[in-house]
């Protein structure tokens, strides 16, 4: 059985920090392209960060470019998230997603992704 498991959410202060990840079982995600997605309350689900099969390339949200990074680990299966100065726009459920791209585009496009975890929640507080 496939799963993404989310974990690291939480509550913090508006320029604090933490550190999302997503561990992968049932299969080998190597080919894999990794992202993050996020929903918050009222608001339809929106692309954070996305990282390529083989981690040489990275995309973020605008919203999120120079606070947020996100990395893998292959051999873990494990994808991470580091959000650093973190405001309460931030607050929102953090899904992570896997999918392929044999194009190399369409990171942004949640439709493009087959596997998605339950989510996590983030909350920062003012």
């Known amino acids: 059985q496939v799963q993404l498991v989310e974990s690291g959410g939480g509550l913090v202060q508006a320029g604090g920090s933490l550190r999302l990840s997503c561990a992968a079982s049932?299969?080998?995600?190597?080919?894999?392209?990794r992202g993050w997605f996020r929903q918050a309350p009222g608001k339809e689900r929106e692309f954070v960060a996305a990282?390529?099969?083989?981690?040489?390339?990275?995309y973020y949200a605008d919203s999120v470019k120079g606070r947020f990074s996100i990395s893998r680990d292959s051999a873990l299966n494990t994808v991470y998230l580091q959000m650093n100065s973190l405001k309460p726009e931030d607050t929102a459920v953090y899904y992570c997603?896997?999918?392929?791209?044999?194009?190399?585009?369409?990171?942004?496009?949640?439709?493009?992704?087959?596997?998605w975890g339950q989510g996590t929640q983030v909350t920062v507080s003012s």
């Open positions: 997603a896997a999918g392929v791209f044999l194009s190399g585009s369409g990171y942004y496009t949640q439709n493009r992704y087959a596997f």
């Open positions: 049932g299969r080998s995600f190597s080919g894999y392209a």
């Open positions: 990282i390529n099969w083989n981690g040489g390339s990275t």
